[in-house]
């Protein structure tokens, strides 16, 4: 172990005062230190050491060209990894990685987009010309879709319910066997998916405070903490070569997604920008949890305000469905999780043309 020895009076206040909060429980005496981590830049001079260099807002400003208004910003909103606060400041990691700016855009270079969606199209005619439904038929398809939407992208997450398990738990009864959790998020993917049905109804854009409302709802009454609130620690996903971003930069991505779908997406056939949605959420990765529920309801969220019917990512074909969303997150290359999500389109659009017929 290395030690410093120095004279607490020869520093000015502010380093004085940065030393007695962070130092004094490594000191052997009134003026020496012990295994020294954390000195800041402007120390430098008065005590002859430093292991890791902090810079002020000030230099901060310089370095990156941000004004110092906006860094003090970014630093309370812990979206630059690394600062600390000392009384009114902020001393900030000499290499701490300069902070995006979702204000300035680069367009994504996205592969895979092309696909002839005339069959789908025409599917789609047919079933319009049938409008507006019987109510019992509308009625009937409605409870067939929260259940087996519900079941499937619960039991994907690892959800034991069965499938008439989660119909008799939505309507109120409780399975013995089965835990708390598990009947809450049958319960509350159900609310989810009624809360989606009202933003279409109600004409909402889509907006970072509808998707939050979305996810506080996929985890009421079963994470508080964490409900409708952006991480605040890094994450790695099991099984999947993608690394989601740090959590630091989570609100910039999440406005950028935002600006992306609002504007560069707008081109989009709908079902191209519902798989890009589900697929760039996820992607951030911007929940603790909950986020692969909230990707699936975004998706037919997009489907079903574009008058197109919502998919069932069924549990059976996990393995597949993780491959393609892996395999578009590390090469941006959507083409087979686009192709994914067409053929379940299709197969929505032909269960709905053999009730109509």
């Not at 902020?90 to 092309?114: C, E, F, H, N, T």
């Not at 992306?260 to 959420?281: D, I, K, M």
Request: aromatic share 10%.
């Amino acid at each position: 172990m290395t030690s410093f020895s120095f004279d607490f009076y020869e520093m000015n206040g502010e380093i004085k005062q940065f030393a007695e909060k962070y130092f004094s429980p490594m000191v052997r005496s009134q003026s020496c230190f012990t295994d020294v981590y954390i000195i800041p830049v402007s120390a430098y001079n008065t005590l002859g050491v430093i292991i890791l260099k902090y810079m002020n807002i000030t230099e901060a400003s310089n370095k990156w060209h941000i004004s110092d208004r906006r860094i003090r910003y970014l630093c309370s909103k812990g979206r630059i990894e690394g600062a600390l606060k000392i009384s009114r400041n902020w001393l900030i990691p000499i290499d701490a990685v300069k902070p995006g700016d979702a204000r300035i855009s680069v367009k994504k270079q996205y592969k895979g987009l092309d696909y002839d969606f005339s069959h789908i199209d025409s599917m789609k005619y047919a079933i319009d010309q049938n409008r507006p439904f019987s109510k019992r038929l509308a009625d009937s398809l409605h409870e067939k879709l929260i259940v087996e939407w519900t079941y499937n992208s619960n039991a994907i997450e690892g959800n034991t319910l069965t499938l008439s398990e989660t119909k008799v738990v939505l309507e109120g009864i409780t399975i013995g066997g089965k835990s708390i959790v598990e009947h809450l998020e049958a319960i509350n993917h159900r609310e989810a998916i009624l809360f989606i049905e009202d933003l279409i109804v109600n004409n909402e854009p889509l907006t970072e405070w509808n998707i939050r409302n979305i996810h506080a709802l996929i985890l009421k009454e079963i994470d508080h903490q964490n409900a409708g609130r952006y991480r605040s620690e890094n994450v790695v996903i099991s099984g999947a070569k993608h690394v989601p971003p740090k959590y630091y930069e989570i609100n910039d991505m999440m406005q950028r997604l935002i600006s992306e779908y609002n504007n560069e997406w707008q081109s989009y056939h709908p079902v191209v920008r519902a798989t890009l949605l589900h697929g760039e959420f996820v992607k951030i990765h911007p929940f603790i949890d909950g986020n692969g529920r909230a990707s699936r309801l975004l998706l037919n969220l997009e489907l079903m305000k574009n008058g197109y019917t919502p998919i069932i990512i069924k549990k059976e074909n996990r393995a597949k469905y993780y491959e393609v969303l892996d395999y578009a997150h590390t090469t941006m290359d959507y083409g087979p999780f686009l192709d994914f999500v067409a053929e379940l389109v299709i197969e929505s659009k032909k269960l709905w043309l053999s009730l109509l017929n």
